[in-house]
């Protein structure tokens, strides 16, 4: 199962971006999935996920961003808005999945996306 981020981009502050990783390959489900970011110097952050019973958000983006699911389409989809500046990072998705119904959980990595936000 491949993941593929897109949707990244240059915008200016206060602007939207709407970030979306589609899962490939054999899928039964996507348990649980999330964004996550990292910017220049700074160590990897989960910004949004889902979990089971709902989305969790980082306090730093939280009001600003929406995490949601196509499940039809295997892809995880990122609003994001009132972006800032601190928001500019490399955007990864990550996802836990079944290739069966009662199969094993595997999690895989997409290849990251750039989002820059800069006026």
Do not use: H
Not at 2 to 15: D, E, I, Y
Not at 23 to 32: C, H, N, Q
């Amino acid at each position: 199962v491949q993941l593929q981020a897109s949707g990244g981009g240059l915008v200016q502050p206060g602007g939207s971006l709407r970030l979306s990783c589609a899962a490939s390959g054999k899928i039964f489900s996507i348990d649980t999935a999330g964004w996550y970011r990292q910017a220049p110097g700074k160590q990897r952050e989960l910004v949004a996920a889902i979990v089971p019973g709902g989305t969790d958000y980082s306090a730093s983006v939280q009001g600003r961003f929406t995490i949601s699911r196509d499940n039809a389409e295997n892809t995880i989809i990122l609003q994001m808005n009132n972006l800032k500046p601190e928001d500019t990072a490399v955007y990864y998705c990550n996802a836990d999945y079944r290739r069966t119904a009662l199969g094993a959980r595997f999690n895989s990595w997409g290849p990251g996306t750039q989002v820059t936000v800069s006026s």
